[in-house]
């Protein structure tokens, strides 16, 4: 196994570690990303990483892992294993990323300590890794996260509400196709909301009224997945390929109503912004609605 992949490997047992508390804390993942880009020598690491690796880690990130899910990242954490001193810098990363925010729960400790025990009792002989790879192997299909990496790059407002289905927290009666194009929907209004980087309530309220009339959903899912949405999307990102999702899974006269809802959305607080409008005009230019139609929506929601 590559030092990218151990590396990789190590990064997703210490977001599960960190984790632990139910909690995972900024400081955490920067010293993350510290540990992904600099060894302890002061050396930067050529590890290379990709961004569908990176969209990987994220998954962790994103979300709390359970104890279940943590004992099978230790396991591939065991399986990468070369050498004692890959053993010791893996026990002294999981240390000091866990203890950056100046505190150690009890429950991380409880992790560390676990997962210390895992790799100490590790055998690093050449017999223990290939059996370590053989158990590796049959527990990967158990990470059934990552089987949803695809959902989670295209559309992370679909990922989470269609986990939070799978857990039984809420209920949508919706084929899956319409299901991924209401989470569209939701994402990009979400992503106009967010142009002044605060979503007010009378936005989100509007974004409740165009989920539970455009799906026929009641209030209470479409609230759930305005919140979702707002709490997924990071204006900060580019979204090229969300509003590339929306435009092949709708019409164009869908798409020109949904223009007139995101004009909508601007409009909840009395005003749409020059910012507001050009976020629009961006998303319209992407779903190749012409300049009349980005108009003709906008007037309607004016007048």
Same mark, same amino acid.
């Given at each position: 196994?590559?030092?990218?992949?151990?590396?990789?490997?190590?990064?997703?047992? $210490?977001?599960?570690?960190?984790?632990?508390?139910?909690?995972?804390?900024?400081?955490?993942?920067?010293?993350?990303?510290?540990?992904?880009?600099?060894?302890?020598?002061?050396?930067?690491?050529?590890?290379?990483?990709?961004? &569908?690796?990176?969209?990987?880690?994220?998954?962790?990130?994103?979300?709390?892992?359970?104890?279940?899910?943590?004992?099978?990242?230790?396991?591939?954490?065991?399986?990468?294993?070369?050498?004692?001193?890959? &053993?010791?810098?893996?026990?002294?990363?999981?240390?000091? #990323?866990?203890?950056?925010?100046?505190?150690?729960?009890?429950?991380?400790?409880?992790?560390?300590?676990?997962?210390?025990?895992?790799?100490?009792?590790?055998?690093?002989?050449?017999?223990?890794?290939?059996?370590?790879?053989?158990?590796?192997?049959?527990?990967?299909?158990?990470?059934?996260?990552?089987?949803?990496?695809?959902?989670?790059?295209?559309?992370?407002?679909?990922?989470?509400?269609?986990?939070?289905?799978?857990?039984?927290?809420?209920?949508?009666?919706?084929?899956?196709?319409?299901?991924?194009?209401?989470?569209?929907?939701?994402?990009?209004?979400?992503?106009?909301?967010?142009?002044?980087?605060?979503?007010?309530?009378?936005?989100?309220? &509007?974004?409740?009224?165009?989920?539970?009339?455009?799906?026929?959903?009641?209030?209470?899912?479409?609230?759930?997945?305005?919140?979702?949405?707002?709490?997924? #999307?990071?204006?900060?990102?580019?979204?090229?390929?969300?509003?590339?999702?929306?435009?092949?899974?709708?019409?164009?006269?869908?798409?020109?109503?949904?223009?007139?809802?995101?004009?909508?959305?601007?409009?909840?607080?009395?005003?749409?912004?020059?910012?507001?409008?050009?976020? $629009?005009?961006? #998303?319209?230019?992407?779903?190749?609605?012409?300049?009349?139609?980005?108009?003709?929506?906008?007037?309607?929601?004016?007048?």
């Amino acid at each position: 196994m590559s030092e990218k992949e151990l590396m990789l490997t190590l990064a997703k047992v $210490i977001i599960a570690a960190a984790w632990a508390d139910g909690e995972l804390r900024l400081a955490e993942v920067n010293s993350l990303k510290e540990m992904l880009l600099w060894s302890r020598s002061g050396r930067q690491r050529e590890l290379d990483i990709n961004q &569908r690796e990176w969209a990987t880690l994220e998954m962790y990130i994103d979300a709390p892992v359970d104890a279940a899910e943590r004992e099978q990242l230790v396991q591939q954490l065991q399986a990468a294993l070369r050498t004692p001193k890959d &053993r010791e810098m893996a026990i002294s990363a999981l240390t000091d #990323i866990i203890q950056a925010d100046g505190t150690v729960t009890a429950e991380e400790q409880a992790a560390i300590d676990e997962i210390k025990v895992a790799l100490e009792s590790a055998n690093l002989g050449l017999l223990g890794q290939l059996g370590r790879l053989v158990r590796s192997s049959v527990n990967n299909n158990a990470l059934e996260r990552e089987q949803f990496l695809d959902d989670f790059i295209k559309n992370r407002v679909y990922y989470a509400v269609q986990r939070q289905m799978e857990s039984n927290e809420i209920e949508l009666d919706l084929p899956d196709e319409e299901l991924r194009k209401l989470s569209l929907a939701g994402a990009l209004m979400a992503r106009v909301a967010q142009v002044d980087r605060e979503v007010t309530e009378a936005e989100c309220g &509007r974004m409740v009224e165009a989920l539970q009339s455009g799906w026929d959903i009641s209030p209470d899912s479409a609230a759930f997945v305005a919140r979702v949405a707002v709490s997924k #999307i990071n204006p900060s990102e580019d979204y090229f390929r969300l509003i590339s999702e929306f435009a092949n899974s709708t019409t164009m006269a869908e798409r020109g109503h949904f223009l007139e809802v995101l004009f909508t959305v601007a409009d909840a607080d009395g005003e749409i912004s020059y910012d507001e409008t050009e976020e $629009i005009r961006h #998303i319209a230019n992407i779903l190749l609605l012409s300049h009349d139609r980005f108009i003709e929506a906008k007037l309607k929601v004016t007048r």
